[in-house]
């Protein structure tokens, strides 16, 4: 199989997503300590499989395939639900933000 891009993009956008996935997960016990469970069922249910979906493919070094910033977008889209409610996420919205950009600049052509 040949991949879209060369490996170090698919490699340093597989990582980035990867480190936002633990971020993410990180922030899940916040919630979930103070009994806030919709906030951790936004983490857990939408923006993790979403970003776990994305990464499916840069894994693959599929990276200029739509479905990756699509999946970021479904992201930003749970984290801006919770960036909402809590001041608290504006690092794991900003993350996600900066992971967009990359996704889209390894997008484009070489």
Do not use: C, F, W
Not at 14 to 19: D, F, G, L, Q, V
């Amino acid at each position: 199989m040949t991949s879209d891009q060369p490996n170090t993009v698919a490699q340093q956008l597989t990582e980035a997503i990867s480190k936002t996935i633990e971020t993410a997960e990180e922030m899940t016990l916040k919630p979930i300590a103070r009994g806030l469970y919709d906030q951790a069922d936004i983490i857990t249910a939408r923006l993790v499989p979403a970003l776990i979906q994305a990464r499916s493919y840069t894994e693959l070094g599929m990276t200029s395939q739509p479905e990756v910033t699509a999946y970021i977008a479904q992201a930003l889209d749970a984290a801006s639900t919770l960036l909402d409610g809590d001041n608290s996420y504006s690092r794991l919205h900003s993350a996600l933000q900066r992971l967009r950009e990359d996704a889209y600049r390894a997008r484009r052509p070489a």
